[in-house]
């Protein structure tokens, strides 16, 4: 054996140890490749029926906000009415109250103003 044939033999098992030494991390990245796959995998059968039970909660919620758009016309509705209501009873009410708040107001000025003519005259 020359010098040349034993030192391609260093070579050699020196690279013989680094393709282990790297042998090893490339293992361990293949085992992480496999458990991201589980993981998605996992994933994937989960999300699916959280998908399906947003999808009916937005139904449902959808549902509700109609009712509640039909309850809130109505009122604006009602709302209407009253006001209408209110306005017809100011309006029937209401001018004859001035007239009567005018006259008792009227009727006090006229009593006020004869009482010192009465305390006068008994004196």
Same mark, same amino acid.
């Given at each position: 054996?020359?010098?040349?044939?034993?030192?391609?033999?260093?070579?050699?098992?020196?690279?013989?140890?680094?393709?282990?030494?790297?042998?090893?991390?490339?293992?361990?990245?293949?085992?992480?490749?496999?458990?991201?796959?589980l993981a998605i995998r996992d994933l994937s059968h989960n999300v699916t029926p959280l998908l399906e039970e947003s999808?009916?909660?937005?139904?449902?919620?959808?549902?509700?906000? /109609?009712? #509640?758009?039909?309850?809130?016309?109505?009122? +604006?509705?009602?709302?209407?009415? !009253?006001? =209408?209501?209110?306005?017809?009873?100011? /309006?029937? #009410?209401?001018?004859?109250?001035?007239?009567? +708040?005018?006259?008792?107001?009227? !009727?006090? =000025?006229?009593?006020?103003?004869?009482?010192?003519?009465?305390?006068?005259?008994?004196?």
């Amino acid at each position: 054996m020359s010098g040349a044939d034993i030192v391609g033999l260093v070579f050699a098992g020196g690279f013989a140890v680094l393709v282990l030494f790297l042998s090893v991390p490339l293992f361990k990245l293949g085992r992480v490749f496999d458990e991201t796959t589980l993981a998605i995998r996992d994933l994937s059968h989960n999300v699916t029926p959280l998908l399906e039970e947003s999808t009916k909660t937005l139904q449902e919620t959808n549902a509700q906000l /109609a009712r #509640v758009d039909t309850i809130t016309s109505n009122v +604006a509705d009602v709302t209407g009415n !009253v006001s =209408a209501m209110v306005a017809l009873v100011a /309006a029937t #009410v209401g001018g004859p109250l001035v007239k009567l +708040a005018g006259f008792s107001a009227g !009727v006090r =000025a006229a009593l006020g103003a004869a009482r010192p003519a009465l305390t006068r005259r008994r004196r």
